[in-house]
């Protein structure tokens, strides 16, 4: 399976501050996948990035609060805009597992908005 | 009504029991059915994956589907202390869809 480094592994910030979340895959992937993992709630996808393309967003996330950059097969960033509170959150980037039917994540970024 | 439904726990055993986890879901569409074990300040990992219906077992750990009934069971035998995390149970339909849909997990300790 692909290894995942994502940075930072947490940080508190001030609201109306933005935050850059960088994941780096070992391998070269067509497809990345950020979500979202809020206290007591359910992984929830935020958007799917592929490399040359505008990332394509679930409903309820927008470019504008999220995002997202994928310049190359390995690397992509999601920054959180102008947070809440309500942003406070674990961001998990993703990729395809490549050996088996499922996914593969990174550590997470904790995030806690002040 | 949550697509996928997950009763968090937290469910505490004794080491040596046996482990049942359960989900339902109410997509008829899914195809595939994920187990992810997630350590505290970690990302889940992929325990198990099933396509349709059927047992997969690998080593401690069987998961098991029931497309009649969406219902979702993952079996840990012989349970460990370092099985205590989070388990989630997700479902996909395939095809190249990428739309996982996670149930909320369940907390699971061991204790020795």
């Known amino acids: 399976s692909a290894v995942i480094s994502q940075k930072p592994s947490r940080d508190i910030c001030q609201r109306g501050t933005s935050l850059t979340i960088q994941c780096q895959v070992d391998?070269?992937?067509?497809?990345m996948f950020w979500y979202r993992q809020q206290p007591g709630q359910s992984l929830t996808l935020i958007a799917t990035a592929n490399q040359g393309s505008e990332a394509t967003y679930e409903s309820g996330f927008v470019i504008d609060k999220f995002p997202i950059s994928r310049p190359n097969l390995t690397f992509s960033t999601l920054t959180v805009s102008n947070m809440s509170p309500e942003d406070s959150s674990i961001y998990l980037c993703s990729v395809e597992d490549g050996y088996n039917y499922g996914y593969t994540f990174g550590s997470g970024t904790r995030l806690t908005v002040v | 009504q949550k697509e996928v439904e997950q009763d968090p726990g937290p469910l505490s055993v004794p080491e040596g029991a046996i482990v049942s986890l359960n989900c339902t879901y109410s997509n008829s569409a899914f195809q595939y059915f994920m187990w992810y074990r997630q350590y505290s300040r970690k990302g889940p990992e992929l325990l198990m994956y099933?396509?349709?219906?059927g047992n997969k077992e690998d080593g401690r750990f069987t998961a098991q589907v029931d497309k009649s009934s969406k219902y979702i069971s993952l079996f840990i035998r012989d349970s460990q202390p370092s099985d205590s995390a989070t388990y989630l149970c997700?479902?996909?339909?395939?095809?190249?869809?990428?739309?996982?849909?996670f149930g909320k997990g369940t907390k699971l300790s061991v204790i020795p």
């Open positions: 997700a479902g996909d339909s395939g095809a190249g869809s990428y739309q996982l849909t």
């Open positions: 099933t396509y349709s219906s």
């Open positions: 391998s070269q992937v067509t497809m």
